[in-house]
C-alpha cells in the first residue's frame, strides 16, 4: 500500500532530481554549446575579461542554487501549537480604496479558528475616497470578532496606518494583513506558533498567494513567481534566520521588538526624503539589526490581488525593486557585525547574493540585450536556452507543490521577465529616492467585486 508519507517522499525525490539535472543541463550549456559565443567574445578588445566575469558569475550562481535546494529539501513548516500555548496577537489591517474587499479580508480573519479570547482585529481607514469606510463599519457590526476601527481624515500613507494600529495594540504579537487579501482559517494558528516555541524569534514570514488568478494571466504568472519566492526563496532563508523580507500582505513580529523602534520605523528616511514605501522590509531589517532570527511558515498562507494589467505590475515591481535597493544598504550595515548568537553565515551569503543580483547581474542583463542586438544569430538562440534551463526552476517547483499544468506559465514568465521587465531593477538603482506609492492613486474600478468566492472554491 502506497502511504501518503511515501507518495510525498517520492515528490520530493523528483523535484530534487529534476533541480539538479536543471543544473547538470545548465552547466553543460554553458561548457560545450557556448563555444561559438565564446569565439565571437574572444575577438573583442573586452571579450576575454566579459568570459571570465561570466564564467564566475555562473559558478557563484550554480554554486548557491545547490544550497539553497539541500535547504528547501530540510524544511518542515512548525505545526501550531494547542490554545493554551497561542500568545495573544493583534491584527492590523490598513486600507486605502479597497471597498468591499476589506470587509472580505476583515470577514476571513475572524472566521479563523484563533481563540477568541486572545485575537484583537483593529481596522484602519487610510483616507479612503471610495466606499471603503462602509465596509469596515458593516464589518464592525456584522462580524462575530469584534473590530476596532480607526479612521484617518487623510491618506497619510500605509506606514503611518500601521503605526496608528500598533499604537493601540494589545496583543504581544502584531499581525499584519494587507486589505486585498484573504485568510484561511488556520493561517493565524500557524503563523504565530513559532513566537510560543523559541524566544529567539522576532518575526515571521506568511505564505502568500495569489487571490485573482481568474482575471487573467499576468496573475496566474505572478502566482508562479509567489511561489518561487516563499516556498524556494523564504524557505531557504527560513533555515538560516533570516528571512529579508516579511511580506505586508502576511507577517507576524513580536510586540517587544517592535515597540522599540517604531518611531525610527515611522520616521526613517532615504536620502533626506521620507521612506513611503518598503515598509515590511524596513521593519524586517530593524528586528534582525537587533538580534532576533526571522523565519517563515510555509502552512500560514494567504491570498491576496495583484495586478492584473502591465503598466500597473510595473509599478508594483518597480516599489519593491527601489525598496530593495534601499534596504539592502541598510543590511550591509549590520550584517557583517556580531549582531546576533549562533552562525551568521547564511544571513552574509544571502545578503551577498542580493548585491550580486542588484548590480552585477544587472549589467550582465544588459550586456546581454546588447549582444543580442548586435549579433542575433549568436546570442538570441543562447538567451532563448538560458531562459527556458532558468524557468524551469520554477515550473519544477510549481508542477511539485501543485501539479498544475499551468506550471507552464513559468516559461512564458521568463521570456515576459526579460522582454519586458529588465528594465525595472537597473531604473530602481537610479532612483531609490523615489518613495512614490504608485498603485495607491486610485479607487479600484469595481470596489464592490466579491472576490471571496474564489477563495472559497479553492
Known sequence: MITSKKIIGNKKKFAALACILTVVAA???????GSSGSQFLKGLPWGDALIVSFSVLFC?????????????????PIPSVSDDQLPTCTIVVPAYNEGRQVFDTLKSLAAGNYPREKIQLIAVDDGSVDNTWKWIKKA???????VLTIRQPQNQGKRQALYDGFKKSTGTVLVTVDSDSVVEPDTLRNLVTPFALNPRVGAVAGNVRVLNQAQGIIPRMVDIVFVFSFDFMRVSQSMVRTVTCTPGALSAYRKSAVMGVLDKWLNQTFFGRPANIGEDRAMTNMILRQGYDVV????????????????????MYLRWARSNVRETIAMASFIFTRFRRGSMLGARINLVSDVLKLT?????????????????AIFGSKTIIGIVLGSS???????????KISSILAFAYGF?????????????LVTPHNSNWLTRACPKVNPDTDLHHQFSAR
Open 393 to 403: 526552476l520554477s515550473a519544477t517547483i510549481y508542477a511539485w507543490k501543485f501539479g
Open 140 to 146: 464592525k457590526r456584522t462580524l462575530e470578532l469584534p
Open 360 to 376: 552585477v547581474a544587472q549589467i550582465f542583463f544588459l550586456i546581454s540585450w546588447g549582444l543580442i542586438l548586435w549579433h542575433p
Open 60 to 76: 557563484l550562481a550554480l554554486a548557491e542554487l545547490v544550497w539553497r535546494i539541500i535547504l528547501v529539501l530540510k524544511y518542515r
Open 296 to 315: 517563515f511558515q510555509q502552512n500560514a498562507r494567504v491570498f491576496t490581488e495583484v495586478p492584473v494589467v502591465y503598466a500597473q505590475l510595473c509599478k
Open 27 to 33: 552547466a553543460c550549456l554553458y561548457g560545450t554549446g
Open 416 to 428: 515576459f521577465f526579460f522582454i519586458a521587465l529588465t528594465w525595472i531593477k537597473p531604473y530602481a
